[in-house]
């Protein structure tokens, strides 16, 4: 589980599937709460309330952790590529 973390590339794109898929819950939710909730049932509706609820969770999640593995990457020092170091 730790040697995920280790890794800032997985982890940036770990991030940016939290903020796609934490936006993507946000819309589909507000859709389905907000403009849908005639057509739905009680717990589908409250599904989708708490897909409004969860959506900007993951956003700030997923900001966040774009946030540290940014900063992480850039203090890392440049590592010369194979084929320059001649």
Do not use: C, W
Request: charged share 10%; no cysteine.
């Amino acid at each position: 589980m730790y040697d995920f973390f280790e890794h800032p590339y997985r982890v940036l794109k770990l991030s940016h599937v939290m903020l796609i898929g934490g936006l993507t819950a946000l819309l589909a939710g507000a859709i389905l709460a907000y403009g849908f909730d005639q057509y739905l049932s009680l717990p589908s509706v409250v599904v989708a309330h708490a897909m409004t609820i969860l959506g900007p969770t993951a956003i700030k999640l997923g900001y966040v952790l774009r946030l540290l593995t940014l900063n992480r990457l850039r203090r890392q020092p440049a590592t010369p590529s194979p084929g320059l170091a001649g």
